[in-house]
């Protein structure tokens, strides 16, 4: 049987017992019917992944001896913060769970002039759940060990008035752009920001390279709202990270 492998918010110290938290016990009892004695691996962002072992197992607990250090918490060799703007539904999710794959390392949802998507505050926390879900699931099926920070979704215009990182580069995805990737060499910080299906107005496109941020294209089509940010990661990851 292969080993599961789970993400785990609780502190992992090595040859100590733990208890799982509710939804892993729903996920490796349930779901996976697992039984004392059976190995799992869990994993962090804080303290890398473990080998360990379930010693008791009752329908609402789960406790393992966290035995053996895998993998130490990642250093990523590009640092990548996402800005991408809400799209609907199934979309969004594929959109999170891509980037989470690629090696993002922060991802903030943002609210801009052509977004479709109107959430109000209570569906916001249930959204920012969720997605943090889906982000786990896909450190868990990846291999990676450390999950992205996901924040609070923020406007357009604030994006330009947070207290953006002054060491990261600044790229706006955008059929109109005068940029390339190849324009640009030795990345090691990005802040990439990908618009909605409609596309960034003018005057946001002019808002954002008066902050200083650059005007990058995809090529000569025209990208879906999902596909653009995984297409730009996948770059990013070839010419400047830890892919290929």
């Known amino acids: 049987m292969r080993i599961p492998r789970v993400y785990v ?7 100590t017992n733990c208890s799982l938290p509710p939804e892993t016990v ?16 869990l994993f962090n962002e804080n303290d890398g992944e473990f080998l360990s072992t379930v010693i ?15 993998s130490p918490p990642e250093e990523l060799t590009l640092k990548i913060h996402l800005f991408l703007c809400f799209s609907k539904g199934e979309r969004m999710d594929y959109a999170v769970q891509k980037a989470t794959e690629l090696g ?23 959204r920012l759940r969720h997605f943090r879900k889906v982000a786990a699931g896909a450190c868990e099926q990846s291999g990676r060990v450390g999950m992205p920070i996901i924040n609070c979704p923020m406007n357009f215009t604030d994006v330009w008035r947070k207290d953006l990182d002054q060491a990261s580069i600044k790229i706006v995805l955008d059929p109109r752009g ?4 190849s324009d640009f ?11 909605p299906e409609g596309g960034f107005s003018s005057e946001e496109l002019s808002e954002a390279k008066a ?16 596909t653009a940010p995984v297409v730009a990661l996948s770059l990013l990851q070839y010419l400047y990270g830890d892919l290929g």
Do not use: M, W
Request: aromatic share 6%; glycine share 6%.
């Open 211 to 226: 902050f200083g941020a650059s005007l990058l294209r995809l090529g000569s089509r025209v990208l879906r709202a999902e």
């Open 104 to 126: 993002v390392s922060e991802i903030t949802p943002v609210f801009s002039e052509n977004c479709d998507v109107k959430l109000k505050l209570d569906r916001i926390e249930n």
């Open 185 to 195: 060499s030795n990345l090691r910080r990005v802040e990439l920001l990908v618009g």
């Open 56 to 70: 008791f197992r009752e329908k609402r607990k789960i406790e393992v001896q966290v035995e053996k250090k895998i």
């Open 9 to 15: 918010p609780t502190q992992l110290v090595e040859n």
């Open 26 to 41: 729903n996920y490796l009892g349930v779901v996976l019917r697992i039984a004392v004695g059976h190995k799992v691996k």
């Open 178 to 181: 005068d940029k390339v990737f």
